[in-house]
């Protein structure tokens, strides 16, 4: 069955830099995109962009353009979101997601707490 | 980059039915903008409802059903239950690959 399996949650400084993963299991890695959101505490869903594990091929939100890298490990069946220049209102649980199955495949979200 | 908008908050009784809308800062919301709605519950994952305006997944309950009414998206929920408070998302797609969610609509079921 199709998995996705994120790390641990993360507790961080102002300025920090944190990179979560998402390791999927079940189906064929490179076949499908994976999508990263948000939710920050108290707030809504963030779309935050995709990735394309074949290619590398990624699209970033605007919002998080210059402070998102998302990549891949291909050997291992695994996506990474890293987050730049953290701060506060970066506290949120952030989530994979894999594409061409609508939305049907979320990992259990990863908690990233941006602390002083 | 487009602003989606919801519904702060909505209520409807129990066995009633309510129509939660989607728009789009950019003009009217289309198919092509593959409408998506969500569910949250506190804790859990988001659980795709409707994909691609009206289409559903295995476990989409009937009573939920999605459309396009006056150039937004709709999702419509009849024959509401208590099990259904929650807060609602839509996604919508963009060009250049990018989407991006409405700020949530808070249903409560009273």
């Known amino acids: 069955q199709v998995q996705l399996v994120q790390s641990g949650a993360e507790v961080k400084k102002p300025g920090a830099s944190v990179k979560v993963s998402c390791k999927a299991s079940g189906y064929t890695f490179t076949s499908y995109d994976i999508f990263w959101v948000r939710q920050a505490t108290g707030q809504g869903l963030e779309w935050m962009g995709w990735m394309n594990p074949n290619s590398g091929n990624t699209g970033y939100a605007q919002k998080f353009q210059g402070r998102v890298t998302m990549t891949r490990d291909t050997s291992i069946s695994t996506a990474y979101m890293e987050l730049s220049s953290l701060r506060s209102e970066d506290t949120a649980v952030y989530y994979c997601?894999?594409?061409?199955?609508?939305?049907?495949?979320w990992g259990q979200g990863t908690l990233v707490t941006v602390s002083s | 980059q487009a602003v989606v908008t919801q519904e702060p908050s909505l209520t409807v009784s129990p066995g009633g039915t309510v129509t939660l809308t989607c728009g789009s800062s950019t003009g009217a919301v289309t198919s092509g903008h593959y409408p998506y709605w969500f569910q949250l519950k506190p804790g859990q994952a988001p659980r795709t409802l409707i994909y691609d305006t009206s289409n559903k997944h295995s476990w989409t309950p009937a009573r939920f059903s999605g459309s396009l009414l006056g150039g937004k998206a709709a999702l419509t929920l009849s024959g509401a239950q208590p099990e259904d408070e929650a807060e609602y998302y839509c996604l919508l797609s963009y060009s250049g690959a990018r989407s991006g969610f409405g700020g949530g609509t808070k249903l409560t079921v009273l």
């Open positions: 997601a894999r594409g061409g199955s609508y939305y049907k495949y």
